[in-house]
């Protein structure tokens, strides 16, 4: 689940030339999504620049009950149609997490900071890229590699949709 986590902060988009396409239409990732709830397991929105690069809002869900979330916030730029950041364990830890919608108070934002650190700290400083392939059933699926190795453990199902289509965060 953690390894899941870490491709949400670190998702890419849509595949060929222009891979932010989708987000230059107003659309956002919606990682592992149940399309009967339309609830998905995290989001990432991304703001592309006129040179490639971009910057990203990722929405993780962790806990239904009370509801924890966390937001990241990262950079990174297209090459060869993928998307590739460094990944940073500043990122992860400047993270805001949030219970039951409100930031969440200082014993639970270092408790899941500090389950996030653990689970990254090894990744800290690679370069991590995303490329797309289609999947069944309508979906993408998120092929990662990090620095340069692929990693299927870190591959995981989206879709691109857009604030009209009513997902949220959820299972």
């Given at each position: 689940?953690?390894?899941?986590?870490?491709?949400?902060?670190?998702?890419?988009?849509?595949?060929?030339?222009?891979?932010?396409?989708?987000?230059?239409?107003?659309?956002?990732?919606?990682?592992?999504?149940?399309?009967?709830?339309?609830?998905c397991l995290?989001?990432?929105?991304?703001?592309?620049?006129?040179?490639?690069?971009?910057?990203?809002?990722?929405?993780?869900?962790?806990?239904?009950?009370?509801?924890?979330?966390?937001?990241?916030?990262?950079?990174?730029?297209?090459?060869?149609?993928?998307?590739c950041e460094?990944?940073?364990?500043?990122?992860?830890?400047?993270?805001?997490?949030?219970?039951?919608?409100?930031?969440?108070?200082?014993?639970?934002?270092?408790?899941?900071?500090?389950?996030?650190?653990?689970?990254?700290?090894?990744?800290?400083?690679?370069?991590?890229?995303?490329?797309?392939?289609?999947?069944?059933?309508?979906?993408?699926?998120?092929?990662?590699?990090?620095?340069?190795?692929?990693?299927?453990?870190?591959?995981?199902?989206?879709?691109?949709?857009?604030?009209?289509?009513?997902?949220?965060?959820?299972?």
């Amino acid at each position: 689940m953690i390894f899941s986590l870490l491709l949400l902060a670190t998702a890419a988009t849509g595949p060929a030339a222009d891979p932010l396409a989708p987000a230059r239409e107003g659309k956002y990732q919606c990682v592992v999504p149940n399309l009967e709830k339309k609830t998905c397991l995290g989001t990432t929105s991304y703001k592309p620049g006129a040179d490639g690069s971009y910057e990203s809002t990722t929405q993780l869900f962790l806990a239904p009950t009370p509801l924890i979330t966390m937001e990241l916030h990262t950079r990174g730029g297209t090459k060869d149609g993928k998307l590739c950041e460094t990944i940073k364990l500043a990122d992860f830890q400047a993270g805001i997490v949030y219970l039951n919608g409100k930031p969440a108070d200082d014993a639970t934002s270092n408790a899941v900071k500090s389950q996030m650190t653990a689970a990254v700290s090894a990744l800290d400083g690679k370069a991590a890229c995303s490329e797309f392939k289609p999947a069944d059933g309508g979906l993408l699926l998120n092929e990662v590699s990090i620095d340069g190795t692929a990693r299927a453990d870190l591959s995981q199902k989206f879709i691109w949709v857009s604030a009209k289509d009513g997902y949220s965060l959820g299972m």
